[in-house]
T-cell receptor, first 114, second 116 residues
Framework: AQSVTQLDSHVSVSEGTPVLLRCNYS??????LFWYVQHPNKGLQLLLK??????LVKGINGFEAEFKKSETSFHLTKPSAHMSDAAEYFC????????????FGTGTKLQVIP | DGGITQSPKYLFRKEGQNVTLSCEQN?????MYWYRQDPGQGLRLIYY???????QKGDIAEGYSVSREKKESFPLTVTSAQKNPTAFYLC???????????????FGPGTRLTVL
């Protein structure tokens, strides 16, 4: 079985303060993990990915995430929020399951307050 | 520029009508996917295809059909059998691998379908 849980459906931060978006996963196989960002009425854009190399992954726009196997977590962080970060963020787990099985979290909407 | 295109951006359907959503990619990817997105539910897989002339049902295939006659094209038809088709539809593609680590999916800009 494979699942992804995004612990917060909405997160609100002030501009210039840190961002933390939480993601927990379960997988029977060694997974690859991804974070995508989606702006309103747009497609999804890859922020970063973990593929069994370094556990601290740096992505675009100053985002990073840390893979913690013992906690089955892959939380997304950014030191200082910018107005342009307001969007919906999806955590995704991919592992072998007949085909390249892809499971999306339900998303976290990030609001950035000026 | 390489990427995925979807058309149209907005589509309106009358009750009982079939409509076809276009998805084209020039990334030379083998695998292509169709997702449906509804508010608060994330993305749900409708159909996927790993090679030309082959496709498999995803989690919510009822009321939808696809074809994969060319590597770069994966159109989705929303039939009249789909009872609640109003949603945002996303097409994606990826390089196919048989083992990890796995490749990310590249997404098109989406088509918003509304039933009138």
């Amino acid at each position: 079985a494979q699942s992804v849980t995004q612990l917060d459906s909405h997160v609100s931060v002030s501009e210039g303060t840190p961002v933390l978006l939480r993601c927990n996963y379960s997988s029977s196989y060694s997974p690859s993990l991804f974070w995508y960002v989606q702006h309103p009425n747009k497609g999804l854009q890859l922020l970063l990915k973990y593929t069994s190399a370094a556990t601290l992954v740096k992505g675009i726009n100053g985002f990073e995430a840390e893979f913690k196997k013992s906690e089955t977590s892959f939380h997304l962080t950014k030191p200082s929020a910018h107005m342009s970060d307001a969007a919906e963020y999806f955590c995704v787990v991919v592992s072998l399951g007949g085909y390249q099985k892809v499971t999306f979290g339900t998303g976290t909407k990030l609001q950035v307050i000026p | 520029d390489g990427g995925i295109t979807q058309s149209p951006k907005y589509l309106f359907r009358k009750e009982g009508q079939n409509v076809t959503l276009s998805c084209e990619q020039n990334l030379n990817h083998d695998a292509m996917y169709w997702y449906r997105q509804d508010p608060g539910q994330g993305l749900r897989l409708i159909y996927y295809s790993q090679i030309v002339n082959d496709f498999q049902k995803g989690d919510i295939a009822e009321g939808y059909s696809v074809s994969r006659e060319k590597k770069e094209s994966f159109p989705l038809t929303v039939t009249s059998a789909q009872k609640n088709p109003t949603a945002f539809y996303l097409c994606a593609s990826t390089r196919r691998r048989s083992g990890g680590p796995y490749n990310e999916q590249f997404f098109g800009p989406g088509t918003r379908l509304t039933v009138l």
